[in-house]
């Protein structure tokens, strides 16, 4: 897909260059009818006025500022109540992030240790 990110260059985005990124789902991949309606929400809101370079200051109008005022104006539009940064932190960020940590971990231990892993047979695989 499309990454879209603001910087103090404006926003930007790009196909690739984003493969270290921790990706948060916020719709279910099947709902692809509403995951285009988003698409073109995205397009839209990115040429707002708000996301002009000189706007961008690092520590009140940034990138995290962008991403959770598209959400927010995409739940306004379904009737839903806007999320502050703690609520969308706390709900949608720090779960994922910590669930990342844990796999990171382990690849860390796999890879600086040597294990072999082994598939399972197909009959204990069904159990």
């Known amino acids: 897909g499309v990454v ?3 910087d103090q260059e404006g926003v930007h985005r790009a196909g690739s ?3 270290q990124c921790i990706s948060i789902p916020l719709v279910q991949p099947d709902m692809w009818e509403l995951l285009q309606h988003w698409d073109n929400l995205l397009e ?3 040429l707002e006025e708000a996301w002009l370079p000189h706007r961008y200051q690092e520590q009140q109008h940034n990138c ?3 991403a959770l005022a598209f959400i927010n104006g995409v739940r306004r539009g379904r009737g839903r109540e806007p999320l502050s ?3 969308f932190t706390e709900r949608f960020l720090i779960p994922h992030t910590r669930e990342a940590s844990r796999y990171l971990t382990l690849h860390q231990e796999l890879a600086h240790r040597d294990f072999y892993i082994v598939p399972l047979p197909e009959q204990e695989q069904d159990s």
């Open 44 to 46: 839209e809101f990115s």
């Open 17 to 19: 260059g984003w493969e």
């Open 64 to 66: 995290y500022t962008f």
């Open 85 to 87: 940064k703690a609520q």
């Open 4 to 6: 879209y990110n603001y």
